[in-house]
Antibody
Framework: QVQLVESGGGVVPPGKSLRLSCEAS????????FYWVRQAPGRGLEWVTL????????DYADFVKGRFSVSRDNSKNTLYLQMTSLTTEDTALYYC??????????????WGRGTMVTVSS | SSELTQDPAVSVALGQTVKITCQGD??????ANWFQQKPGQAPLLVIY???ARPSGIPDRFSGSSSGNTASLTITGAQAEDEADYYC???????????FGGGTKLTVL
């Protein structure tokens, strides 16, 4: 069955870096576009970045441009999010989500359980 | 910046019908998707492309749209429908997705 498992979260001081991973299984990873979506404690969902199946298209929310970088290794069925210059505003549960083009733009049909990033001194 | 606006909270009596709305300019050019999120769980897609239901989603969930407003209707709300509901849509000018702020649904 389809599974997305995020890892790499933790507690880091402001200004530091962290790399998140999202390991996929149960489907053809290299045919899907993926997103990172975050949710600050008690807050709503917030799109962070997207990366197309062949890495030809990527985009970032304004609040992470220049600080975060998304990548993927299709041979390892894994999506990454490199986060640098972290601030307390980046504290959130980070989800990876699969976009189903069959269902349409923004139709995230599978999500991981998320990995928590806490930025605190 | 693009925005999707949702009422922060809505309540419905058990077995009654409730409509949750999502308003924004992007909805005039792009359809809405709807997600249900229960406490401690990842979001779940309940409506895509405005009015289509993924496999396994009960038919009491339906979607519609008019002008710049998309709606999620639950006909005969059940206790297990109590959750946060989020819409999203594509901002064509920016070519990325935008989420609404979410609506907390309480089933009384």
């Amino acid at each position: 069955q389809v599974q997305l498992v995020e890892s790499g979260g933790g507690v880091v001081p402001p200004g530091k870096s962290l790399r998140l991973s999202c390991e996929a299984s149960g489907f053809a990873f290299n045919t899907f576009t993926f997103y990172w979506v975050r949710q600050a404690p008690g807050r709503g969902l917030e799109w962070v970045t997207l990366l197309s199946y062949d890495e030809s298209h990527q985009d970032y929310a304004d609040f992470v441009k220049g600080r975060f970088s998304v990548s993927r290794d299709n041979s390892k069925n894994t999506l990454y999010l490199q986060m640098t210059s972290l601030t307390t505003e980046d504290t959130a549960l980070y989800y990876c989500a699969r976009e189903s083009l069959l269902l349409g733009w923004g139709a995230f049909d599978f999500w991981g359980r998320g990995t928590m990033v806490t930025v605190s001194s | 910046s693009s925005e999707l606006t949702q009422d922060p909270a809505v309540s419905v009596a058990l077995g009654q019908t409730v409509k949750i709305t999502c308003q924004g300019d992007t909805l005039t050019t792009s359809y809405a998707n709807w997600f249900q999120q229960k406490p401690g769980q990842a979001p779940l897609l309940v409506i895509y492309r405005r009015d289509a239901r993924p496999s396994g989603i009960p038919d009491r969930f339906s979607g519609s749209s008019s002008g710049n407003t998309a709606s999620l209707t639950i006909t005969g709300a059940q206790a297990e429908d109590e959750a946060d509901y989020y819409c999203n849509s594509r901002d064509i000018s920016l070519n990325h997705v935008v989420f609404g702020g979410g609506t907390k649904l309480t089933v009384l």
